[in-house]
């Protein structure tokens, strides 16, 4: 009981102090896009097998080196390629979902399983606000080597917040750009 009376007297004591203004400085922004930092093709760990909810098999994977940056991507088995980016949102303050998107040129590739011609690959993966994300592609199987324009769009509430496109050619005198753009060849 003597605690609480004394914490009530200090506090009935200050009443009588002049009122201060107290000035804060204002919470940083943080982007609302993620910034794409490296796009090409990767040498990536074996990853953990998943499955899309339209039955594509994927990985996932960690331990992703940049081989070499650019749009150009030759269609050879076992060739990885994407985007590295650090999500849009305060560093560590929630869980957001983002949504990835694969889309592929005509004639698309065949399902896994059904072998009907898909046109895109959609994802969802739980991710942390600021941090950092790659959507890779690998070639595993010969249907998939469909030479074209890739791309990759990623969303956060259905809004896109980042994308890539990718050259995939066995032309040997293609030339790369940057594939940190957004695409303008639509696929669907």
């Not at 000035?23 to 990767?42: I, M």
């Not at 999500?87 to 698309?108: C, H, K, N, Y």
């Not at 991710?127 to 959507?135: K, L, P, Y």
């Not at 030479?147 to 032309?171: K, P």
Request: glycine residues 8%; negative net charge; contains cysteine.
């Amino acid at each position: 009981m003597r605690v609480a009376f004394i914490l009530a007297a200090a506090v009935i004591a200050n009443l009588s102090a002049p009122a201060r203004a107290i000035s804060e400085a204002p919470l940083p922004e943080f982007p609302d896009t993620a910034t794409v930092w490296e796009a090409g093709r990767y040498l990536c760990s074996e990853g953990i097998p998943t499955t899309s909810p339209d039955g594509m098999v994927g990985s996932v994977v960690e331990d992703c080196v940049l081989l070499e940056q650019g749009s150009v991507i030759r269609p050879t088995l076992g060739e990885s390629f994407g985007c590295r980016m650090t999500l849009p949102g305060m560093p560590g303050s929630a869980i957001i979902d983002v949504e990835t998107q694969w889309r592929f040129p005509e004639p698309g590739i065949p399902h896994p399983v059904t072998r009907e011609a898909l046109r895109a690959s959609n994802w969802t993966w739980d991710m942390i606000a600021g941090g950092d994300f790659i959507a890779l592609y690998r070639f595993d199987y010969p249907g998939e080597l469909v030479e074209g324009v890739w791309s990759m769009e990623a969303r956060v509430d259905g809004r896109a917040i980042a994308s890539c496109c990718f050259n995939v050619t066995s032309d040997p005198g293609a030339v790369s750009s940057s594939p940190i753009a957004a695409c303008t060849s639509p696929t669907s």
